[in-house]
């Protein structure tokens, strides 16, 4: 293998229990992102945003343990796709998801803009498609 | 059929829970992390296995002192096949949405649960299969009975266990919600959906 290149991305290792532990973590995220997101207030669109975003991270994590044995640790959540991407079939397609999803992240979580509804839903559905994605995995 | 180890039906030996694990990501791996990824052998058999691997070809390993990393390898001839078997209980999940899918009287729900849901069954466990009929469809409507006959056949094709179904009337959930049997629990905690309502919806509780 080459060491060259990129940096490797800061890990930990985990397990299958720990990825069953992150699933449920990013079901009720997302369950209650979609609770928040049937308010209709601006406040709302941020907050089930930012739930999202902590659903698709959370599902993330839970497919890489169960398929790597390790899930990033590092605060970029580009290192996170990268291992992501890692995984066969389907890491790929869940790593461009997940590159789209925390990109909204910051605007969610700490900006003083708020989030359209356009975006919330394009969120919610794109962390349903991670948990899916993590579900399958698990079920592998 | 072993459901938790579907690839066992024909690749009953370790190399087979490596060649699985190998067949689920790009990323080098060294034989430690194989091990405990993998769902049996020590971390001495899965080692021997992955020499034995390496001299057929199927797997590479690269060496980067103090470690062995491996991967698949698949352009060989026979990676198709372990990327194929390392996806069974996909395929399994897969084959019983469609089946359901194709219903001339859909259930309002579908879920795989016990054993085969959890992944820790064995040769003779029954594939057990939770379905929430219509409301004001008999059980023994011939319609439904003939679709319950015709999953439970070809679960048994597929896998050579039995299909445990259980046929459960829309109007009897919301007893069971408030008598709590067993069976909810396991639903609860290992369900997974398949057709209709989603659990979570069905049984109104988190899971």
Not at chain 2, 134 to 155: F, I, K, S, Y
Request: proline share 4%; charged share 25%; glycine share 8%.
């Amino acid at each position: 293998m080459s060491r060259g290149g990129a940096k490797e991305p800061r890990s930990r290792e985990c397990d299958a229990a720990d990825a069953r532990k992150r699933l449920a973590d990013a079901e009720k995220y997302l369950e209650v992102a979609e609770l928040v997101a049937g308010e209709d207030s601006l406040e709302a669109h941020n907050v089930a945003t930012g739930l999202a975003v902590l659903a698709g991270i959370a599902a993330s994590d839970a497919a890489c343990c169960k398929a790597l044995g390790e899930s990033s640790r590092g605060p970029d959540h580009r290192d996170a796709a990268r291992f992501l991407r890692r995984i066969t079939p389907g890491g790929e397609a869940g790593a461009n998801n997940f590159e789209r999803l925390v990109g909204l992240k910051d605007k969610a979580h700490y900006s003083f803009l708020n989030v359209s509804e356009q975006d919330q839903t394009g969120t919610i559905r794109r962390a349903g498609r991670l948990v899916d994605f993590a579900r399958e995995v698990l079920q592998r | 059929m072993n459901v938790s180890r579907a690839y066992s039906a024909v690749a009953p030996t370790v190399e087979g829970d490596v060649l699985v694990v190998l067949a689920g990501t790009t990323q080098p791996l060294t034989g430690r992390r194989v091990a405990r990824l993998a769902r049996r052998g020590s971390v001495a058999a899965v080692a021997k296995a992955l020499n034995r691997l390496v001299s057929q070809g199927i797997v590479f390993r690269q060496e980067v002192p103090p470690a062995s990393l491996y991967t698949l390898n698949r352009r060989h001839l026979a990676a198709p096949a372990v990327e194929t078997l390392a996806l069974i209980r996909t395929e399994l999940l897969k084959r019983l949405r469609d089946a359901l899918s194709t219903w001339s009287v859909p259930p309002v729900h579908a879920s795989l649960f016990g054993s085969a849901a959890r992944g820790d069954g064995d040769i003779d466990s029954d594939i057990d299969i939770f379905i929430v009929r219509p409301a004001g469809m008999d059980t023994e409507a011939p319609a439904w009975e003939a679709q319950l006959r015709g999953l439970g056949e070809a679960v048994l094709a597929w896998t050579g266990n039995d299909a445990g179904i259980i046929d459960f009337a829309e109007r009897d959930i919301e007893q069971m919600r408030n008598e709590s049997p067993p069976v909810l629990g396991g639903l609860q905690r290992d369900g997974i959906d398949l057709a209709g309502v989603p659990l979570r919806e069905l049984l109104g509780t988190a899971r």
